[in-house]
């Protein structure tokens, strides 16, 4: 089990984190939370192309194929993943998802870094046929992905040594830029008034998370914990059904799409986050604040420019 403890830390000597896929979505959000924070945040990208918005908030870009940890770590974030897509190979999979994460570890754990936060995925859990997902719901029938993603977290468990290690097991992840989740379509579809189709409109929902908070648990997390390893879920507090969860994202958009029962491929079910925060006082938003903090982000004036450009004719 992983403790808690308070971390001491001198004020002219801010605690150094790694963090990995810092040019991706949730890395790029984690780490500005953690420099908005007070950490000394090393961001750590195989590309450094439009990092500006990093280095204005004070986080040290590393340009590094190998994905090697700096010197004076004290935790690392590890965010950098790729997901199944059309040309992605299963090589490619083991690779960067496998290979990287035992490389990573490994480095962290022979330097002495205190903790290692791991970005898991509900799909550890696989073909999932239970109402509530808890941390004891067996795992059968994992695609590549997720046994990639149990595969880092078993290399995290058998290696943390003397650090902390924790496995955080994502739903879908919402904020400004979110991408390849039935969310962020859903948003894409509305603000553009396509037909948008939902499965098992009066189920319970609380799958998701804003990006905001998974920031604020890492940042507690590395401030307050001890060694041992812990794998947790997070999502959002309390449910909503899902078809009240796309109407107030339609609201937040003032889309006039239609919004379409289709016929279900699996079971709903909902994530229980009483775990993390018995462990870790994990206290996010509602999931319905959630949601409507995402439709106004979606909604911004950037985000509109951005949907305008894509409708624009390119010049070729």
Not at 255 to 261: A, F, Q, T
């Amino acid at each position: 089990m992983l403790k808690r403890h308070s971390v001491g830390r001198d004020a002219d000597r801010p605690l150094r984190v790694a963090v990995t896929g810092a040019s991706g979505f949730i890395g790029a959000h984690v780490a500005t939370g953690l420099a908005n924070r007070g950490f000394a945040v090393s961001a750590l990208l195989r590309s450094t192309r439009s990092v500006d918005h990093l280095r204005a908030c004070g986080i040290e870009v590393i340009a590094t194929q190998d994905m090697s940890l700096p010197k004076g770590i004290n935790a690392v974030v590890h965010a950098a993943a790729t997901s199944p897509a059309p040309g992605v190979t299963a090589a490619r999979l083991v690779s960067d998802n496998i290979e990287l994460s035992r490389r990573l570890i490994g480095q962290a754990r022979d330097a002495g870094v205190s903790s290692f936060v791991f970005l898991s995925s509900m799909s550890v859990y696989g073909r999932i046929s239970v109402p509530v997902v808890d941390e004891s719901t067996p795992q059968t029938d994992l695609d590549l992905y997720g046994i990639t993603k149990r595969v880092g977290e078993n290399l995290l468990e058998e290696n943390c040594g003397a650090m902390a290690g924790l496995a955080i097991r994502l739903p879908a992840v919402i904020g400004s830029g979110a991408a390849r989740h039935w969310l962020a379509e859903t948003v894409r579809r509305l603000a553009f008034h396509e037909d948008v189709p939902i499965f098992h409109p009066a189920a319970p929902f609380n799958n998701a998370i804003h990006v905001t908070d998974l920031a604020e648990l890492i940042g507690s997390v590395i401030e307050g914990t001890s060694k041992g390893y812990e794998a947790v879920n997070v999502a959002s507090d309390g449910q909503i059904a899902v078809l009240e969860a796309v109407k107030l994202l339609s609201r937040a958009l003032a889309s006039r799409s239609r919004i379409l029962e289709v016929a279900p491929h699996s079971p709903s079910f909902t994530v229980s986050i009483g775990r993390a925060a018995v462990r870790f006082g994990f206290h996010p938003m509602a999931i319905g604040e959630a949601l409507a903090l995402y439709g106004r982000e979606f909604a911004s004036p950037a985000e509109v420019r951005n949907r305008q450009d894509l409708l624009l004719p390119k010049r070729v």
